[in-house]
């Protein structure tokens, strides 16, 4: 495996594991365990003075500056997994440390719904539905909308666009693009807004966006609009119902002149499908999948199915 993600002392036992998905230390010393998705679990202190040693050691080859003056770094190293180290003072009781690993395979709906969900959601990814995958943090979003990305068909063109790449696609036509953070060198930042206007130059036949949470909102409905159909992203909502509210508020932050009334229209046209997922103690599953409904509706969304099972089957599509 690559040295990046093995040499770091203490942490090598966990990370070393293929079922361990994220390892977290507290405060310089205590460390959290996840695995297979599962809630974290505490698995030991690191010694006194380590967890310096351990972020030198994960920083350096990939160039980012973690300091007093830099207090907070949010990086993907070189095998793809997630690092976010934060230090003091703004982590009051000491250094923390997060690594998310990515999935070494690509999990299969079956991993998150029984198989009469699954069926539907394969069948909303045909149809080209425009699909947001909506969750808490840590509720397998990233995840689910790999799985979603896989079922594409292989003669589509794929750009992904995310802050920090996570997202690996089985898929044999992609483009893989990721925001850049200014440097103190004088290098510019380089964020989603960017990148999505790159990526519709590149001629996709389906865009992915690893998160919605700013200004890139406006454009990406607008390109939602206007073909690219298919397309796929996720949001940070605690319901489908939620989510729209959350990318009318986006929007609204952006272009803060439009009538709510039409912000709410331009949310709705482009999005066709909410499938929103949660996190308990047996893991990550597909809690609801909801279709949008036109603006003039008072609810918003009408429940295709949970995780119960089918209720309804869907009306829109775009294939």
């Not at 679990?41 to 160039?63: K, N, S, Y």
């Not at 996709?204 to 990406?220: K, M, T, W, Y």
């Not at 489908?240 to 952006?254: I, M, N, P, Q, Y």
Request: charged content about 25%.
């Amino acid at each position: 495996m690559n040295a990046v993600i093995f040499g770091y002392g203490p942490l090598e036992r966990w990370l070393s594991d293929d079922q361990v998905t994220e390892v977290m230390v507290n405060a310089g010393r205590d460390v959290w365990v996840e695995r297979s998705g599962l809630s974290p679990q505490f698995a030991g202190h690191l010694p006194h003075g380590v967890i310096e040693a351990v972020l030198e050691r994960i920083l350096a080859p990939i160039g980012r500056r973690l300091d007093r003056s830099s207090p907070i770094v949010d990086a993907r190293l070189a095998d793809g997994s997630r690092v976010c180290a934060v230090l003091p003072p703004v982590a009051v009781d000491g250094p923390c440390l997060s690594i998310r690993r990515f999935a070494v395979r690509q999990l299969t709906l079956a991993a998150f719904a029984a198989e009469p969900v699954a069926t539907l959601v394969r069948e909303l990814v045909e149809r080209r539905c425009n699909i947001v995958v909506s969750g808490a943090t840590s509720s397998g979003k990233t995840t689910l909308l790999n799985t979603l990305a896989g079922l594409a068909s292989v003669d589509d063109r794929i750009v992904t666009i995310e802050d920090t790449a996570e997202l690996r696609l089985d898929a044999p036509h992609v483009l893989r693009l990721e925001c850049r953070v200014a440097s103190p060198d004088g290098l510019a930042e380089i964020g989603l807004s960017d990148l999505l206007r790159a990526a519709l130059r590149l001629r996709p036949d389906r865009l992915v966006i690893g998160e919605i949470r700013g200004d890139e909102a406006n454009s990406l409905l607008q390109a939602l609009n206007t073909g690219h159909d298919g397309s796929l992203a996720t949001v940070h909502a605690n319901s489908a119902v939620d989510a729209l509210a959350r990318l009318e508020s986006l929007v609204v932050r952006g272009c803060p002149a439009w009538p709510l009334t039409a912000v709410r229209d331009q949310v709705r046209r482009s999005i066709d499908v909410v499938i929103h997922v949660r996190r308990n103690s047996q893991g990550r599953h597909i809690d609801e999948v909801a279709e949008v409904l036109p603006a003039g509706d008072p609810v918003g969304v009408r429940i295709l199915a949970t995780s119960a099972g089918v209720e309804a089957q869907p009306h829109r599509g775009r294939a």
